[in-house]
């Protein structure tokens, strides 16, 4: 394997989910400004098809889609414990109170209203991944003591 696809295997994963192709392709390019590997899909149902396959370490959410609307790829994705942990950034020109509790409702972390600015997405984008990295590590360091905690009480428990 190339150092650089061993370098690349390291990289955090941004999904962007939009319908719209300019939309789409506007956030990816604003995201080669960030250290990681982008996926892209074009509909919600296409979101959570990847999310469920190979789930992303962020999901950059477009709300107004036909079909599913981001509100309801964020309540499915946040139901499902194979996505539950997954922050995402829901990327709307909806600016209405209601609009903004519902997107909280559905389970959304932040959000970025339209039009982009794009250092405010890279630097949302930046936050929310080093957030998700310090949460994988405690996760894993705390089963690492759980394993160690019940290898101690079985050791204990096979002397008495």
């Not at 956030?27 to 892209?40: I, K, N, S």
Request: hydrophobic letters at 40%; aromatic letters at 4%.
């Amino acid at each position: 394997m190339k150092e650089k696809e061993k370098a690349d295997e390291s990289l955090a994963t941004v999904l962007v989910v939009d319908d719209n192709k300019q939309n789409l392709e506007l956030l990816l390019a604003y995201l080669e400004d960030v250290d990681c590997r982008t996926v892209a899909a074009a509909s919600g149902q296409g979101a959570i098809d990847i999310a469920g396959r190979t789930p992303p370490d962020l999901i950059l959410l477009d709300v107004m889609m036909p079909k599913m609307s981001g509100f309801e790829v964020c309540k499915r994705l946040k139901n499902d414990t194979k996505t539950e942990h997954i922050p995402i950034i829901m990327v709307t020109a909806l600016s209405e109170l209601g609009d903004i509790e519902r997107a909280i409702n559905c389970g959304t972390d932040d959000f970025l209203s339209k039009p982009v600015n794009k250092w405010e997405l890279i630097t949302r984008v930046r936050t929310m991944l080093k957030l998700k990295h310090l949460t994988d590590r405690l996760e894993r360091t705390l089963a690492y003591l759980s394993e160690v905690e019940s290898q101690v009480q079985y050791g204990s428990n096979e002397k008495g």
